[in-house]
């Protein structure tokens, strides 16, 4: 053990990031509210029928009226880096036209190519998102060494939206979509929607933790650092 919750180390990951003016925890688990309030950290409890994480949001949003931009980061996340939070929003202000930004990182490993629980992401020459995919996308029709065509050909999907108030609201009202329901992927109903994201591409993604092998192993990384 890390001495801290899993939450814990998330929220403080987000509390470290210099643009966000503040962090609060959505959930519908009475244990984690708890948890939170006992750290110091602020939360709300949001209805149990949220089908995803951005409605999750939203139904928070709709209180936050003055808020601009709203930031989507799992629970899960605790090594996401804060220059990552950052830099979502920062697209959206360098943006102002874009209604939602996300991140991707250039694939390292071929295997995660083939590899389902990978979401892969290709972008037009402006850095918006043409499709999110589990498949191999782009497809390489010839067979050819994947590094033939550079390592920019694949990236993978970063979980971590910035989305501007107005547009999250609308997100939410709208019916989640086929090719959503299909890939099991929420952001595929923006595109279908006919809007656009925007992608900031950084070097490194944090590794989540879905499952006790992945959490043994942020412990053991948690623990080298401290010591």
Same mark, same amino acid.
Do not use: W
């Given at each position: 053990?890390?001495?801290?919750?899993?939450?814990?180390?998330?929220?403080?990951?987000?509390?470290?990031?210099?643009?966000?003016?503040?962090?609060?925890?959505?959930?519908?688990?009475?244990?984690?509210?708890?948890?939170?309030?006992?750290?110091?950290?602020?939360? &709300?409890? #949001?209805?149990?029928? @949220?089908?995803?994480?951005?409605?999750?949001?939203?139904?928070?949003?709709? #209180?936050? *009226?003055?808020?601009?931009?709203?930031?989507?980061?799992?629970?899960?996340?605790?090594?996401?880096?804060?220059?990552?939070?950052?830099?979502?929003?920062?697209?959206?202000?360098?943006?102002?036209?874009?209604?939602?930004?996300?991140?991707?990182?250039?694939?390292?490993?071929?295997?995660?190519?083939?590899?389902?629980?990978?979401?892969?992401?290709? @972008?037009? @020459?402006?850095? %918006?998102?043409?499709?999110?995919?589990?498949?191999?996308?782009? $497809? &390489?029709?010839?067979?050819?060494?994947?590094?033939?065509?550079?390592?920019?050909?694949?990236?993978?999907?970063?979980?971590? $939206?910035? $989305?501007?108030?107005?547009?999250?609201?609308?997100?939410?009202?709208?019916?989640?979509?086929?090719?959503?329901?299909?890939? *099991?992927?929420?952001?595929? %109903?923006?595109?279908?929607?006919? *809007?656009?994201? @925007?992608?900031?591409?950084?070097?490194? &993604?944090?590794?989540?933790?879905?499952?006790?092998?992945? $959490?043994?192993?942020? &412990?053991?990384?948690?623990?080298?650092?401290?010591?």
């Amino acid at each position: 053990s890390t001495g801290q919750s899993l939450i814990q180390h998330t929220f403080e990951a987000a509390s470290a990031a210099s643009k966000p003016i503040g962090v609060l925890v959505a959930t519908d688990h009475q244990e984690i509210y708890r948890e939170v309030l006992g750290f110091g950290g602020r939360a &709300v409890l #949001t209805s149990p029928d @949220c089908a995803s994480g951005t409605d999750r949001v939203a139904e928070v949003a709709q #209180t936050l *009226k003055d808020a601009d931009i709203l930031v989507n980061l799992q629970g899960d996340e605790p090594e996401i880096a804060p220059a990552d939070i950052d830099r979502v929003i920062e697209l959206l202000e360098e943006n102002p036209a874009e209604p939602m930004a996300t991140l991707a990182t250039p694939i390292q490993n071929q295997d995660q190519i083939y590899d389902p629980s990978c979401v892969k992401v290709v @972008c037009d @020459c402006r850095q %918006r998102a043409l499709y999110f995919s589990r498949s191999p996308i782009p $497809y &390489v029709r010839d067979e050819l060494p994947v590094d033939s065509y550079g390592e920019s050909l694949f990236h993978q999907h970063i979980g971590l $939206y910035a $989305y501007r108030r107005t547009f999250l609201l609308e997100l939410a009202a709208t019916p989640p979509s086929p090719l959503e329901q299909a890939e *099991k992927l929420e952001q595929l %109903r923006v595109l279908q929607m006919g *809007k656009t994201i @925007c992608v900031g591409i950084v070097e490194h &993604v944090a590794q989540g933790i879905d499952t006790p092998s992945d $959490y043994a192993n942020f &412990v053991s990384r948690t623990l080298r650092r401290a010591g």
